[in-house]
């Protein structure tokens, strides 16, 4: 094993997947001669050139298109978004291109495409830099959506995903970047849908993804010093969603927390719920507790952001409560 | 046009000394962790804002931006103790804390923002001048982008719509070299940011946006030709940001010596230099200036610091204009 920083296990990903195909391109804003604006791509444009990291105008509809576009014949582009935020200008073409070629096509063009970049708060950036998409995303039939937690998923998911035959949404964390963790010296990857058990538990199941599971993984840690064993579980992929490790997990705990940062109103956490209860409705001890940013845009205020974004102290209220401690 | 006089040019030096001092305490106040988030700074294209200020009609035109904002609203009247206390995230500032660095608003003085997303705010610019034309109000709207953002399929489509419906808006580019780290040179294969003007028709050009007078003319020249009836324009103030991006930059794009360059074309500089050649202030008066600007900026830091941070319960407050809006529960 070696230790990296999340940023470096990103940046190792697309070089490792770009030397074994010459299809793959890696284009956004920032990529190429700044090495990326949170240096995700460091050094890729001296390894690759400028014909296969490309710095792109502030045109995210035009250059998601090209993305898929030259998807349709031929490359597998990774187009990285400054941050999701910016997607939303060319949504578009995700979401009626990309997610839906293949069947609008009978068939006839898949579109083997990464879409990547931050997602979620990360400090005081206010209502237009602070959001969390994974589940418009994953609300659409034809996308993957990826949220790893961690720089050895992160590098073991993106060269599944790069090598996917389907559109890929790859989301990572301003916050996270420099975050250092252990991965395996050689090759590897891990399969996209399926989840990962990140703390072995028996008295509840907390289920998680991306960066906010940190706050999961202190809750555990807290209270386990009560005497109360909490299973983590990281879901890494939204879509397809490993329900079953869910409810594997809940079938043992009997007890469901949801850690998720997004607005509460149709979440991934919504979706979770309505699966433990239609597929292990007798298992539970308790009624679910979801925990979200609240129903609100993110203020810019450190006062109220901090309400507004769910930490370890509301997951460890939440445990008491499905425990009824 | 107002005349260029004496005074103008003492109001610019107060301005704009303001303007600049005003962004050099909130870089001071950031690294204090005071101030957080991204910190857009003017410094350098203080002379785009003073010549468009001195050709608008201040008690009727508008003004819309992106995120490098704090100093646009103090031109157009807002107290920049609200701005300051903004900045800092209280409750007593332009938008009460919740919108931050990049999203100043003042709708008591036609200040439309302070937005976030590169090329947004170009078709509320069109948005805001339609309303103007709809009413049969002679309001002038003028609308602020980066170089960077005129790549934004926003821009064309607001043009098209803009030229079609002849709206009374004034389209300005603030061409500062660079978005981010992308010189123009990087990002496009023609460099000439005005002639995409000329695509639809748009009248259209070139300006000096170190040099207030050469703004102040050609925006009057524009403001007046939309206040007739005569549709939009579009200019590219051709200018420079001294400071970086935001705050961490290390700004590896350029050469300090690019940067000391425009430093000599500096804006303050020049209309400073026309003061002292034509007598028009002592070296008393204008240190008496310079004083009254750091004791400004000053009132204004201690106004922000003082203020109280927002109630919690403004989180809920200010997102609907219902008053009992149902929002769900996030957590226990
Ligand atoms: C749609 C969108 N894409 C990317 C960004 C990130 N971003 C913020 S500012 C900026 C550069 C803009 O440069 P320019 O328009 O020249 O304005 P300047 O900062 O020079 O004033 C970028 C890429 C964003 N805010 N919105
Ligand atoms: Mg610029």
């Known amino acids: 094993m070696k230790t990296i920083q999340f940023r470096e296990a990103i940046a190792e990903a697309m070089s490792e997947e770009m030397r074994r195909d010459d299809s793959i391109y890696l284009m956004g804003e920032e990529v190429a001669e700044y090495n990326g604006a949170y240096k995700a791509s460091k050094g890729m444009l001296d390894e690759f050139g400028p014909e296969r990291v490309l710095d792109t105008p502030i045109s995210e509809l035009g250059f998601a298109g090209v993305g898929v576009g030259s998807a349709m014949i031929g490359n597998r582009p990774i187009i990285e978004f400054m941050t999701f935020n910016f997607s939303l200008v060319g949504i578009d073409q995700i979401i009626n291109n990309a997610a839906k070629m293949r069947q609008m096509s009978g068939g006839q063009f898949n579109i083997p495409i990464v879409f990547r970049g931050p997602t979620a708060s990360a400090g005081q950036l206010a209502a237009t830099h602070s959001q969390a998409f994974e589940s418009w995303f994953a609300n659409t039939p034809g996308l993957k959506v990826v949220v790893p937690s961690n720089p050895k998923d992160a590098k073991g998911l993106l060269k599944s995903a790069i090598r996917d035959d389907d559109p890929v949404i790859f989301m990572e964390s301003e916050q996270m970047y420099g975050d250092k963790g252990e991965v395996p010296e050689g090759e590897y990857t891990i399969p996209l849908g399926v989840a990962e058990i990140g703390r072995e538990g028996s008295d509840v199941t907390i289920v998680s993804f991306g960066k906010i599971i940190k706050e999961a993984y202190a809750a555990a840690e807290d209270l386990d010093k009560e005497g109360i064993s909490c299973e983590v579980i990281d879901l890494r992929t939204v879509r397809p969603m490993d329900s079953e490790a869910i409810l594997k997990s809940v079938k043992k705990t009997n007890r469901l927390v949801i850690l998720e940062e997004a607005w509460p109103f149709g979440n991934v956490a919504t979706e979770i719920t309505y699966q433990v209860q239609q597929h292990a409705f007798d298992y539970l001890d308790a009624p679910i507790v979801k925990i979200n940013t609240a129903d609100t845009p993110a203020p810019y205020s450190p006062t109220l952001l901090e309400e507004w974004l769910p930490n370890k102290e509301d997951v460890i209220k939440a445990v008491h409560k499905v425990l009824y401690k | ?332």
Not at chain 2, 8 to 23: A, G, I, P, V
Not at chain 2, 94 to 110: L, V, W
Not at chain 2, 149 to 157: F, I, K
């Open chain 2, 1 to 332: 046009m107002k005349k260029i006089t004496k005074e103008t040019y003492l109001q610019w030096y107060e301005d704009m000394l303001f303007w600049r001092k005003f962004e050099d305490k909130l870089a001071a106040v950031y690294i204090q962790q005071k101030v957080r988030g991204f910190l857009h700074l003017y410094n350098g294209q203080e002379a785009v804002l003073a010549g468009s200020l001195h050709a608008m009609d201040l008690e009727k035109d508008r003004m819309i931006t992106a995120y490098r904002n704090h100093v646009q609203p103090i031109g157009m009247g807002v107290d920049p103790k609200k701005v300051m206390a903004e900045l800092f995230g209280k409750v007593t500032g332009t938008s009460k804390g919740m919108g931050g660095s990049m999203h100043i608003f003042s709708k008591e003085h036609r200040f439309y923002g302070g937005h976030g997303i590169v090329g947004g705010q170009i078709p509320l610019g069109a948005g805001l001048a339609f309303a103007d034309k709809y009413f049969k109000r002679d309001a002038v709207t003028l609308c602020y982008m980066g170089d960077g953002a005129v790549r934004q399929g926003s821009l064309h489509e607001a043009f098209n719509l803009a030229m079609l419906w002849q709206l009374p808006v004034v389209f300005i580019c603030e061409n500062n070299g660079y978005a981010m780290g992308t010189s123009v040179a990087r990002t496009s294969h023609s460099t000439e940011i005005w002639k995409l003007g000329l695509g639809y028709e748009m009248p259209c050009g070139p300006v000096d946006g170190m040099d207030p007078v050469t703004v102040a003319e050609e925006v009057h020249k524009a403001v007046d030709r939309a206040r007739k009836g005569g549709g939009p324009t579009f200019l590219e103030m051709k200018t420079y940001r001294y400071r970086g991006h935001s705050m961490s930059d290390a700004q590896h794009y350029r050469t300090k010596e690019e940067v000391e360059e425009y430093k000599k074309i500096d804006p303050i500089t020049q209309v400073l230099d026309v003061i002292k050649d034509k007598r028009y202030a002592t070296d008393g008066e204008i240190a008496a200036i310079d004083k009254r600007v750091k004791e400004m900026v000053k009132e204004c830091e201690e106004f922000a610091e003082n203020s109280d941070f927002p109630p919690i319960e403004q989180l809920y407050d200010v997102v609907y204009e219902q008053e009992d809006y149902p929002f769900l529960p996030h957590k226990l």
